[in-house]
């Protein structure tokens, strides 16, 4: 089980960065329309999951306790709002020379993981956590010294990641049946999105023939990738499977100097203190497999 959990977290780091390089078939579409036909056939093809999958039962019975409560109900739709910014931001970054900025947003992402999982949860933090977590700050700084601003980009990927992350665990939203639920509630304003922009009738003029194939490609991508992580998630113990998502935010850094961003050399005085800072996550991730092992949690 660990070995196809170990496949699977790799295929949907290798899908994320393949999304991310699909922009250069999207033209001439931009962020909020990607989002909007993101939605759509993804959730058609989810909707084809949970049927085939024997899911639907617990689908509605997520449904009904979710609108059993009033604020369950409205996290539920903060919590969709938040996955929404992050789709529409993946759409968008790579379209717009700014993957290195969403890469480096996931690169800190785990870090900031960390210092929240010690104050709001009062876990325990190792001393290679906290040095990880300096190094971190000190790359962010230097950031700051080199370009006068901090990317808004990454602080949208890295401060908006975590509230959803709780707001999911508190929701108990999981597996095929919470991914779901997410798209269903993101399919109005998809809809209205690409209402507003008369449904990109220059992408079908431009593309031809291969419009919808394009589209129907962006869905199975995005789905599959969705998919193959939660399936990951559950089949690995939770150190191996953090260590393993370093390999998403390298793939997205690979491809946004694939799509031609540059790369400045004075921006190492940035990225290395953070590489440094994952490295050290990392090793603690080894160190704490080697000593804990957790097993895996079941099958969906």
Known sequence: MVFAGVLLSIAASVLFGLLSYYSVLLSPLDGPSVFGWRIIFSLLIFALLVLFSRSSLLVWADIRRLLGRPANAGLTLICSGLIALQLMLFGWAPMN????????GY???????VVIGRFWYRETIRPLQVVAVFLALIGVLAGLVLHGHFSPVSL?????????????????????????????????????????????????????????????????????????????????????????GYVEPLLLFAVALLLGEPFVAEDLWMYVPIWLAVLLLVLHGVRQLRRQPRPALPRF
Request: aromatic share 14%.
């Open 97 to 104: 020379g700014e993957g290195q900025a969403l890469a480096m």
């Open 156 to 244: 949208i990927v890295m401060l908006g990641c975590p509230p959803y992350f709780m707001l999911r665990k508190r929701l108990a939203l999981k597996g095929l049946s919470g991914i779901f639920i997410e798209h269903l509630v993101m399919l109005p304003p998809a809809l209205i999105i690409l209402f507003m922009w008369d449904f990109n009738a220059d992408f079908f003029v431009a593309r031809g023939a291969l419009s919808w194939p394009v589209l129907i490609g962006l869905g199975l991508l995005s789905s599959t990738a969705l998919f193959c992580y939660l399936a990951a998630g559950q089949r690995l113990p939770f150190a191996l499977f953090g260590m393993l």
């Open 107 to 113: 690169f800190l992402l785990p870090l900031l993981m």
